[in-house]
C-alpha cells in the first residue's frame, strides 16, 4: 500500500514491487496504490485469504525501523497514530472489511518513514534500509505462508 508521491509513503509499494520478482513470491502480491478504506475493503472480501498488508505507518519508531503485526494490533494503532494518504485509512478498511465477513488473518507489516513530504521515490535513507526491510518482509511473508498453508490465488487483479 501507499503513494509513490510521497517519499516513504512509497515503501510498501516498492517493498510488494520487489517481492514480486521473487518466484515464490510474485503470485501472492498485489499493489494497493492510494488505496482508500473502500478498496481495502473490498480486495480483502475478494481474496478470501490470509494477508499482510505492508505500509509506511508512524508508529513512533525510529525512522527505518518495521513491525510485523495481527489487524487487531494494527487497527488501534493505525487509528491513532498512522499517517495516511488513503482518505479513510487502513485501520477502517480492515474494520469494513470484518464487518462484511472476512474472517481470515490479516497482518501488518509497518515501516516508520524518514520522509513523508511530496516528492517521487524513497528518501536516500529509506532507500540504505531496503534490502534489510525486504528480508524482513519475506520472513513474515514465509511464517503466514507456513502458518496458513493456502495455495497462490488464481488470479491478480490490482
Known amino acids: ?13 516498492a517493498l510488494v514491487q520487489a517481492l514480486s520478482r521473487d518466484a515464490a513470491f510474485a503470485s501472492y502480491c498485489e499493489l494497493l496504490e492510494n488505496a482508500d478504506a473502500a478498496t481495502v475493503a473490498s480486495a480483502l ?3 478470501r485469504r490470509p494477508v ?9 519508531l525510529t525512522p527505518g525501523e518495521c513491525k510485523f503485526f ?3 494490533e494494527a487497527s488501534a494503532i493505525l487509528k491513532t497514530s498512522s499517517v495516511s494518504t488513503h482518505g479513510l485509512g487502513l ?5 469494513l472489511a470484518r464487518t462484511l465477513g472476512f474472517d481470515q ?3 501488518f507489516f509497518g515501516v516508520q518513514p524518514f520522509d513523508l513530504s511530496p516528492g517521487y521515490g524513497l528518501s536516500p535513507e529509506m ?3 531496503f534490502p534489510l526491510l525486504l528480508s524482513a518482509l519475506r520472513t513474515a511473508c514465509s511464517r503466514v ?6 495455495s497462490p490465488p488464481r488470479h491478480k487483479g490490482r
Open 45 to 47: 472480501i475478494e481474496w
Open 127 to 129: 532507500t540504505a534500509k
Open 105 to 107: 488473518s490479516a497482518y
Open 70 to 72: 495481527e489487524d487487531r
Open 145 to 150: 505462508m507456513k502458518k496458513s498453508k493456502h
Open 1 to 13: 500500500m501507499g503513494s509513490p508521491l510521497g517519499s516513504d509513503d512509497g515503501i510498501g509499494l
Open 52 to 60: 499482510i498488508l505492508a505500509d509506511a505507518a508512524n508508529m513512533r
Open 91 to 95: 485501520a477502517e478498511g480492515l474494520e
